[in-house]
């Protein structure tokens, strides 16, 4: 059973930092796709970042410069180290492989960023 627990979370004035992890189990986590995905209330959930099975990554235009999505695949975890954080990053964060339609959602983490 795939399980995903997302931690990290917190509230930070703009412009501090926050690292978030997300401990995988159930899958062998090597061979997967890793994603951050975000959901600000009243809108959609975003793809923030996502890390392939080589270590290449890809970000959304919004984070380009102040996240780093990172992995360790000793640990089975993935992390979101974000800096320069602002008002707009404020969301529920939650930790996704891809594939991984029928994965059920974690609690995922909530960020909050406001002075």
């Known amino acids: 059973q795939v399980q995903l627990v997302e931690s990290g979370g917190g509230l930070v004035q703009p412009g501090g930092s926050l690292r978030l992890s997300c401990a995988a189990s159930g899958f062998t986590f090597r061979l997967y796709t890793m994603s951050w995905v975000r959901q600000a209330p009243g809108k959609e959930r975003e793809l923030v970042a996502h890390i392939n099975n080589d270590g290449s990554t890809t970000y959304t235009d919004s984070v380009k410069g102040r996240f780093t999505i990172s992995r360790d695949n000793a640990k089975n975890t993935v992390y979101l180290q974000m800096n320069s954080l602002k008002p707009e990053d404020t969301a529920l964060y939650f930790c996704?492989?891809?594939?991984?339609?029928?994965?059920?959602w974690g609690q995922g983490t909530q960020v909050t960023v406001s002075s």
């Open positions: 996704r492989r891809l594939p991984g339609a029928g994965d059920s």
